[in-house]
């Protein structure tokens, strides 16, 4: 079992960066991959980027992919998303999930196929 939780929200100004970090507690020992998304009220939950957390290769969303960074520290059980340049549009609920345990990570960033999950943390960017 994980439990996720994230850190690092707040308010800043457009063209600011922040670093999120989702802390993991218990074994992810099993689970192919880890995945930051985002929400806003009255839409559906995006993906933004996505770790294999064996090797640690990641891919974004096109609209971050030349923005936002995701990494890890495996040591420490700490999953990072660097945003820079931010943009009021990113304003949203930031969550860390990790995929099922015994499966392939899903192409895509298809939420329902990700069974642990943070609770989120709150990014404001203001113009």
């Known amino acids: 079992q994980v439990q996720l939780q994230e850190s690092g929200g707040g308010s800043v100004q457009a063209g600011g960066s922040l670093t999120l970090s989702c802390r993991a507690s218990?074994?992810?020992?099993?689970?192919?991959?880890m995945a930051w998304f985002r929400q806003v009220p009255g839409k559906e939950r995006e993906g933004v980027a996505k770790l294999y957390i064996e090797s640690g290769h990641t891919f974004r969303a096109v609209s971050v992919r030349d923005r936002f960074y995701a990494s890890q520290d495996r040591t420490k059980g700490i999953w990072y998303l660097k945003m820079n340049n931010l943009e009021p549009g990113d304003t949203a609920v930031y969550y860390c999930a990790t995929s099922a345990p015994a499966r392939e990570c899903p192409s895509g960033f298809p939420a329902g196929d990700f069974d642990s999950w943070g609770q989120g943390t709150q990014v404001t960017v203001s113009s």
């Open positions: 218990g074994s992810s020992f099993r689970r192919a991959c």
